[in-house]
């Protein structure tokens, strides 16, 4: 057994060293994926670093947290490596079979889910927990890429084409609200309408969209006494420092005691649980307080190359006429910024409190793997790009 696993990882790194080095222009994009790679290190050092002081208490072990966010991270690489060899062909077939399997995911979890600190988004397989709002993300937004392709002109030119995927995402938001997830249905419904312009929709179409959008979110904070306490508690959240604010104002004066350069890694005082979820959703407090704006301007730049990277792939694939890797691209590189700008927005302030994680970096079983499957997919996508008009694309990087 441990002879094949060192085979197995021997096998790895042969593959890996032969993309490395390929000079024939057919190989997966290096600087994308020299991103992703640099933030995964950034995250577990930080991740590390922030739950220490809550995992000492909790399970008397200083780096559980830490071993555990390692466990996911290496699921999570073992399946990109599995996805990089599923053509993208594979993902247009099969979009209606993933989006059945999305929508059941998230009635299978309100029906035995388990109930954590008041919402139920946890489905247990075992030992391990699944988050099924994370795949109904990818599902949703493979679904909608493979629509645009197959009604585009419907989309640009009819009304109907145009609300058809309009329903498919209310009926998530429906089941996601149930939970309760409104981060969740917020991502998937600004990626969906970014995604929707870019195919062509009419201005028209896409404003009202907007306004119909924002006018649903804000029904739903002010008859939820939940969600109007996080709006007011975020509007002003010194008025009670100790209650519903309490969260936003840690978050703050890690951000404050952190200034320039930070107070050195592992120096923090907020993660010693003063920050609830410091190594989660809140864990870009935590990088401002040890390596201040520094490293908070460092991890952004990371990010946001690699959302600029994984557009410029999208925009190649149009070009080079796969319009469903095209869309695919921008869908899974606008959900990586959405989900970016809610969680930073969330961090400083500017936007109410939503549990969302920060992409490659924080915590987050369930998250973190998705967020690697869609890396993978669009590093596909880049090859696929790459490839066509060599030779004819086939299943494995080395064809």
């Given at each position: 057994m441990k002879q094949l696993a060192l085979n197995w990882l021997s096998n790895i790194g042969d593959d890996i060293a032969h993309w490395w080095q390929a000079e024939d222009g057919i190989s997966y994009d290096r600087f994308?994926?020299?991103?992703?790679?640099?933030?995964?290190?950034?995250?577990?050092?930080?991740?590390?670093?922030?739950?220490?002081?809550v995992a000492e208490r909790l399970f008397d072990n200083p780096l559980h947290f830490s071993i555990r966010h390692g466990i996911y991270m290496l699921i999570g690489l073992s399946l990109a490596y599995a996805v990089l060899n599923i053509p993208i062909q594979w993902w247009h077939?099969?979009?209606?079979?993933?989006?059945?399997?999305?929508?059941?995911?998230?009635?299978?979890?309100?029906?035995?889910?388990?109930?954590?600190?008041?919402?139920?988004?946890?489905?247990?397989?075992?030992?391990?927990?699944?988050?099924?709002?994370?795949?109904?993300?990818?599902?949703?937004?493979?679904?909608?890429?493979?629509?645009?392709?197959?009604?585009?002109?419907?989309?640009?030119?009819n009304l109907k084409g145009f609300l058809k995927p309009l329903f498919i995402l209310f009926?998530?938001?429906?089941?996601?609200?149930?939970?309760?997830?409104?981060?969740?249905?917020?991502?998937?419904?600004?990626?969906?309408?970014?995604?929707?312009?870019l195919a062509g929709a009419k201005l028209w179409q896409f404003f009202g969209l907007i306004f119909t959008g924002l006018m649903s979110i804000a029904v739903l904070i002010i008859y939820s006494e939940y969600r109007w306490r996080r709006v007011t508690s975020f509007l002003d959240p010194w008025a009670d420092p100790f209650g519903s604010g309490y969260q936003l104002t840690?978050?703050?004066?890690?951000?404050?005691?952190?200034?320039?350069?930070?107070?050195?890694?592992?120096?923090?005082?907020?993660?010693?649980?003063?920050?609830?979820?410091?190594?989660?959703?809140?864990?870009?407090?935590?990088?401002?307080?040890?390596?201040?704006?520094?490293g908070v301007m460092m991890v952004m730049s990371l990010l946001f190359l690699l959302f600029v990277r994984a557009l410029w792939i999208g925009k190649r694939a149009l070009q080079k006429g796969l319009s469903f890797h095209g869309f695919?691209?921008?869908?899974?590189?606008?959900?990586?910024?959405?989900?970016?700008?809610?969680?930073?927005g969330v961090a400083t302030?500017?936007?109410?409190?939503?549990?969302?994680?920060?992409?490659?970096?924080?915590?987050?079983?369930?998250?973190?793997?998705?967020?690697?499957?869609?890396?993978?997919i669009i590093l596909r996508i880049d090859f696929e790009v790459r490839l066509k008009g060599k030779h004819a694309i086939s299943g494995g990087p080395h064809d």
């Open positions: 994308f994926f020299t991103l992703v790679v640099l933030l995964l290190c950034v995250g577990f050092v930080m991740v590390t670093s922030a739950s220490v002081p077939n099969t979009n209606l079979l993933l989006l059945v399997v999305g929508l059941l995911g998230l009635i299978a979890v309100l029906a035995v889910g388990r109930n954590v600190n008041g919402s139920t988004r946890w489905l247990y397989l075992g030992p391990i927990g699944i988050q099924t709002a994370e795949p109904a993300k990818l599902f949703f937004f493979v679904y909608l890429s493979s629509y645009l392709v197959r009604r585009h002109d419907e989309v640009r030119e009926a998530f938001a429906v089941l996601l609200l149930m939970q309760p997830d409104l981060g969740t249905v917020i991502v998937m419904f600004g990626t969906s309408v970014v995604l929707l312009f840690q978050s703050l004066m890690a951000f404050g005691r952190g200034g320039w350069f930070g107070q050195g890694l592992g120096n923090s005082v907020q993660k010693l649980e003063y920050l609830p979820e410091a190594h989660t959703d809140f864990i870009l407090a935590v990088i401002a307080e040890e390596t201040g704006l520094f695919l691209a921008y869908a899974l590189a606008i959900w990586i910024g959405c989900q970016t700008f809610v969680n930073v302030g500017v936007l109410p409190t939503k549990g969302l994680t920060l992409p490659f970096v924080s915590s987050g079983g369930s998250s973190l793997i998705l967020m690697l499957i869609a890396a993978a």
